[in-house]
């Protein structure tokens, strides 16, 4: 730990009241913050680590900021405790931040100050219009050039970083329901699936990681609220002698058990439900959303251009929307999605990613408002950037707050945000090389302590 | 620019050279890429043993040294706007509109477009490969497999319901790209012949073509020493600074703004810089490793000071 270079230390109350401060002059002894240390992350430079002691069992917090501000806070820590150590997160790489310990009911520290790593080399350098991607901040995984997982601030900024390097590609990242760590998937989708995928799970303030092996990993998985893990699995039967590639959902219990909650062999005959290019994937599943009130599974297969709802419980599918094996249709006209990637059910509206359902060959944004009584869906809004994108593969929409929409064209390396109106308000663009899997949005990144 | 043999912190440790805008090299680049028109819907035959050089005019072995053959299909761009974007390395992921590769086995030259694969999923080349008055079809060739870096030399093709062609032939890179370096005008960075050699690049704002640093984008840096020739005679030659340089040293980086020079090794012999000797010219580069454009994002003449930093005004006036 140094004071030099990267590093910086803060005052503790002691070293203030010498230089003339009078915060602390007033302060119970034992609740003063001493030995003030800040660094830098070696391993995650927009990382920066406070730690300091007290006499007495405190609880403290960090209020940092840029430019001089302190208009951001570490979680208060849950517990009193004497030695103390805090991550600040949604930092920016080589940038000025001051910080300030904050004991409650006690004193403050001096205000220090330190400034943030280099980014890393190795990652692309993004081209962004606008201003206000998402109030929080976008976690999203990188693929191409570089493989790695980015967590962007509001201004599309890099705030954080994981590169991994095992030769496979991330579709997900996702924080996990703590807040303490990130998820995601190392996995592949081109040819043939992997077995050596896994979904790993980094500590968010870079202390460590480990990984759960999950053999034939697909695109997507998602976290339920008691954290277990579902995933989409690549799962080969026999059909007529030959291999199909089917799917199946698989979880992970928080004890590491592994389960076959569905598959799609469940509820879809090959036979009958032949989707487009049996070849390459009967099913060709891509995309997994969950409700926990519904206890429900959603998943998307593309060559089925099909989205279903899959009960846990059951493995039963009690509607599909789409083209194969549906039961919810598209009302007269509606514009029809093709090979979609992934999708938002908010209620009775669904927003798909189009990839390719367009006859100008653009990829796109429909939303649909979905009867279910009448087995039916409305077309009631869609969005397609200009100039336009194609999207080979992967795609994401997120419908926000206020009404505007998120929109990830993935595979053409761009991130919008747009108005209800279809007004573009912020733009990111990847140089030729790279490309974004999906993405989710995070309110904050300090976690409880 | 301080005394960059004596200064030091109040640590004691060197004081960094720091480089600046003014002392780094201007250039102009941009392509001219030939364009054939061929037969549309069809699986052309693409052949690449006329590729005997790169577009930088290095020599080539199409066999061997061709890791990658690719096609992009580009949308919204004319083909004179793909060319100014692979110049500025501004070309984005969102004018792509389809890329199949194939990876050679360096054992032939020609390959069917059927062969290529998204990502190892086959398409139907038939449907992929049509007329279209808003898309363009590049081949390109490269060294690795990287759809950002390596490129080799390239061939715009244009399906239409015309032509009868389905064999192309890409050929040398040599001609196609027009490259403009000014590399005396600019401020050389006085260094001295002993160690410490420390260089901050951190306040450079500009690389050399003008366009914002792409600070993430440095991934190693290059020394070398071109025995018995001018800058001018440099500047002359400035697209064959690793082939012909008598010596060269490189550090990889990993995301600092600054380095010791004394880490760098020999690219051949893998021995330590030593020092800065007189009998020629010497230079200092950051490179981009995976850049679209791979020209050097910092390029200057360093001037070995004898111990001793001193500004050297362009042309080699001292101030």
Same mark, same amino acid.
């Given at each position: 730990?140094?004071?030099?270079?990267?590093?910086?230390?803060?005052?503790?109350?002691?070293?203030?009241?010498?230089?003339?401060?009078?915060?602390?002059?007033?302060?119970?002894?034992?609740?003063?913050? *001493?030995?003030?240390?800040?660094?830098?992350?070696?391993?995650?430079?927009?990382?920066?680590?406070?730690?300091? +002691?007290?006499?007495?069992? +405190?609880?403290?917090?960090?209020?940092?900021?840029?430019?001089?501000?302190?208009?951001?806070?570490?979680?208060?820590?849950?517990?009193?405790?004497?030695? =103390?150590?805090?991550?600040?997160?949604?930092?920016?790489?080589?940038?000025?931040?001051?910080?300030?310990?904050?004991?409650?009911?006690?004193?403050?520290?001096?205000?220090?100050?330190?400034?943030?790593?280099?980014?890393?080399?190795?990652?692309?350098?993004?081209?962004?219009?606008?201003?206000?991607?998402?109030?929080?901040?976008?976690?999203?995984?990188?693929?191409?050039?570089? +493989?790695?997982?980015?967590?962007?601030?509001?201004?599309?900024?890099?705030?954080?970083? =994981?590169?991994?390097?095992?030769?496979?590609?991330?579709?997900?990242?996702?924080?996990?329901?703590?807040?303490?760590?990130?998820?995601?998937?190392?996995?592949?989708?081109?040819?043939?699936?992997?077995?050596?995928?896994?979904?790993?799970? $980094?500590?968010?303030?870079?202390?460590?990681?480990?990984?759960?092996?999950?053999?034939? *990993?697909?695109?997507?998985?998602?976290?339920?609220?008691?954290?277990? *893990?579902?995933?989409?699995?690549?799962?080969?039967?026999?059909?007529?002698?030959?291999?199909?590639?089917?799917?199946?959902?698989?979880?992970?219990?928080?004890?590491?058990?592994?389960? +076959?909650?569905?598959?799609?062999?469940?509820?879809?005959?090959?036979?009958?439900?032949?989707?487009?290019?049996?070849?390459?994937?009967?099913?060709?599943?891509?995309?997994?959303?969950?409700?926990?009130?519904?206890?429900?599974?959603? $998943?998307?297969?593309?060559?089925?251009?099909?989205?279903?709802?899959?009960?846990?419980?059951?493995? /039963?599918?009690?509607?599909?929307?789409?083209?194969?094996?549906?039961?919810?249709?598209?009302?007269?006209?509606? /514009?029809?999605?093709? =090979?979609?990637?992934?999708?938002?059910?908010?209620?009775?509206?669904?927003?798909?990613?189009?990839?390719?359902?367009?006859?100008?060959?653009?990829?796109?944004?429909?939303?649909?408002?979905?009867?279910?009584?009448?087995?039916?869906?409305?077309?009631?809004?869609?969005?397609?950037?200009?100039?336009?994108?194609?999207?080979?593969?992967?795609?994401?929409?997120?419908?926000?707050?206020?009404? /505007?929409?998120?929109?990830?064209?993935?595979?053409?390396?761009?991130?919008?945000?747009?108005?209800?109106?279809?007004?573009?308000?912020?733009?990111?663009?990847?140089?030729?090389?790279?490309?974004?899997?999906? =993405?989710?949005?995070?309110?904050?990144?300090?976690?409880?302590? | 620019?301080?005394?960059?043999?004596?200064?030091?912190?109040?640590?004691?440790?060197?004081? !960094?050279?720091?480089?600046?805008?003014?002392?780094?090299?201007?250039?102009?680049?941009?392509?001219?890429?030939? %364009?054939?028109?061929?037969?549309?819907?069809?699986?052309?035959?693409?052949?690449?043993?006329?590729? @005997?050089?790169?577009?930088?005019?290095?020599?080539?072995?199409?066999?061997?040294? @061709?890791?990658?053959?690719?096609?992009?299909?580009?949308?919204?761009?004319?083909?004179?706007?793909?060319?100014?974007?692979?110049?500025?390395?501004?070309?984005?992921?969102?004018? &792509?509109?389809?890329?199949?590769?194939?990876? #050679?086995?360096?054992?032939? #030259?020609?390959?069917?477009?059927?062969?290529?694969?998204?990502?190892? #999923?086959?398409?139907?080349?038939?449907?992929?490969?049509?007329?279209?008055?808003?898309?363009?079809?590049?081949?390109?060739?490269?060294?690795?497999?990287?759809?950002?870096?390596?490129?080799?030399?390239?061939?715009?093709?244009?399906?239409?319901?015309?032509? %009868?062609?389905?064999?192309?032939?890409?050929?040398?890179?040599?001609?196609?790209?027009?490259?403009?370096?000014?590399?005396?005008?600019?401020?050389?960075?006085?260094?001295?012949?002993? !160690?410490?050699?420390?260089?901050?690049?951190?306040?450079?704002?500009?690389?050399?073509?003008?366009? !914002?640093?792409?600070?993430?984008? &440095?991934?190693?840096?290059?020394?070398?020493?071109?025995?018995?020739?001018?800058?001018?005679?440099?500047?002359?030659?400035?697209?064959?600074?690793?082939? &012909?340089?008598?010596?060269?040293?490189?550090?990889?980086?990993?995301?600092?703004?600054?380095?010791?020079?004394?880490?760098?090794?020999? @690219?051949?012999?893998?021995?330590?810089?030593?020092?800065?000797?007189?009998?020629?010219?010497?230079?200092?580069?950051?490179?981009?490793?995976?850049?679209?454009?791979?020209?050097?994002?910092?390029?200057?003449?360093?001037?070995?000071?004898?111990?001793?930093? @001193?500004?050297?005004?362009?042309?080699?006036?001292?101030?």
């Amino acid at each position: 730990m140094s004071i030099l270079g990267r590093s910086a230390r803060g005052f503790a109350c002691p070293v203030a009241i010498v230089v003339g401060l009078s915060a602390c002059a007033d302060d119970a002894p034992d609740a003063r913050p *001493l030995d003030v240390r800040a660094w830098v992350d070696p391993a995650i430079p927009m990382l920066v680590h406070v730690a300091w +002691t007290t006499e007495a069992p +405190t609880l403290g917090s960090v209020a940092f900021g840029a430019a001089g501000a302190l208009d951001r806070s570490s979680s208060v820590e849950s517990e009193p405790t004497t030695e =103390h150590e805090h991550t600040l997160f949604g930092l920016r790489a080589n940038t000025d931040y001051a910080f300030q310990v904050v004991v409650e009911g006690g004193s403050s520290s001096d205000v220090g100050t330190i400034r943030t790593g280099p980014l890393p080399t190795g990652l692309p350098q993004m081209s962004v219009s606008g201003t206000g991607g998402h109030e929080g901040y976008i976690v999203l995984p990188v693929i191409g050039a570089t +493989t790695a997982v980015l967590i962007l601030d509001a201004e599309g900024q890099i705030v954080w970083m =994981h590169r991994d390097d095992r030769e496979l590609d991330i579709y997900r990242a996702r924080l996990s329901v703590d807040g303490r760590t990130l998820l995601y998937n190392a996995a592949s989708v081109s040819g043939d699936p992997s077995d050596a995928s896994e979904i790993v799970r $980094i500590a968010l303030d870079g202390s460590g990681q480990t990984s759960i092996p999950i053999p034939l *990993l697909a695109h997507d998985f998602v976290e339920h609220p008691d954290g277990t *893990l579902g995933a989409i699995v690549v799962e080969y039967r026999d059909f007529d002698g030959q291999m199909l590639r089917g799917d199946k959902i698989v979880e992970v219990a928080p004890d590491g058990t592994q389960t +076959t909650v569905w598959t799609a062999w469940d509820c879809f005959d090959p036979s009958v439900d032949v989707g487009d290019n049996q070849d390459q994937g009967w099913t060709f599943a891509n995309a997994l959303d969950y409700d926990p009130v519904e206890q429900a599974y959603y $998943i998307g297969m593309r060559n089925f251009s099909s989205i279903t709802k899959v009960l846990r419980a059951t493995g /039963d599918c009690p509607w599909v929307f789409g083209l194969t094996a549906r039961t919810i249709g598209f009302a007269a006209g509606a /514009d029809r999605f093709l =090979h979609q990637h992934q999708f938002e059910l908010q209620g009775n509206r669904m927003l798909v990613f189009d990839n390719e359902g367009s006859i100008e060959g653009e990829s796109r944004v429909l939303e649909y408002e979905i009867d279910f009584a009448a087995s039916e869906a409305r077309q009631v809004w869609s969005y397609a950037s200009t100039p336009s994108v194609y999207t080979f593969v992967l795609g994401e929409p997120t419908r926000l707050a206020n009404g /505007d929409v998120f929109v990830n064209w993935s595979a053409a390396g761009q991130l919008d945000r747009v108005s209800p109106s279809g007004d573009l308000l912020w733009r990111v663009n990847m140089p030729i090389g790279y490309v974004f899997g999906f =993405h989710t949005l995070a309110e904050t990144l300090q976690p409880a302590i | 620019m301080g005394d960059a043999s004596e200064g030091a912190d109040s640590d004691g440790a060197p004081t !960094p050279v720091e480089l600046t805008d003014e002392q780094n090299y201007h250039f102009a680049a941009s392509l001219d890429i030939p %364009t054939v028109e061929t037969a549309s819907g069809v699986d052309l035959t693409v052949c690449w043993d006329q590729a @005997v050089t790169d577009f930088r005019c290095h020599a080539m072995d199409p066999m061997l040294d @061709v890791d990658n053959l690719a096609l992009l299909r580009l949308r919204n761009l004319s083909e004179l706007e793909i060319e100014e974007r692979l110049s500025l390395g501004t070309l984005l992921m969102s004018d &792509i509109d389809g890329y199949l590769s194939y990876t #050679t086995d360096h054992s032939t #030259t020609c390959t069917p477009l059927s062969s290529l694969s998204l990502f190892g #999923t086959a398409v139907d080349i038939t449907e992929e490969y049509v007329a279209s008055a808003d898309r363009r079809y590049m081949l390109r060739l490269s060294e690795g497999t990287q759809l950002n870096a390596g490129t080799q030399t390239m061939l715009f093709v244009q399906p239409t319901e015309d032509s %009868t062609v389905t064999e192309v032939h890409i050929p040398a890179g040599c001609g196609f790209l027009d490259f403009t370096a000014d590399l005396v005008s600019s401020l050389s960075v006085p260094l001295p012949d002993e !160690p410490p050699w420390e260089v901050d690049w951190g306040g450079l704002t500009r690389d050399g073509q003008g366009t !914002p640093i792409n600070f993430a984008g &440095i991934d190693h840096l290059l020394i070398g020493f071109y025995a018995g020739l001018t800058a001018e005679a440099l500047q002359a030659q400035i697209l064959d600074l690793e082939q &012909i340089a008598t010596a060269m040293w490189s550090l990889d980086l990993t995301g600092a703004f600054s380095a010791d020079l004394s880490r760098a090794t020999h @690219v051949v012999d893998g021995t330590p810089f030593t020092g800065f000797a007189p009998g020629g010219v010497w230079i200092l580069a950051l490179m981009c490793s995976q850049c679209q454009n791979p020209a050097p994002i910092f390029l200057t003449i360093v001037e070995p000071s004898g111990g001793r930093a @001193v500004i050297v005004e362009p042309n080699g006036v001292d101030s």
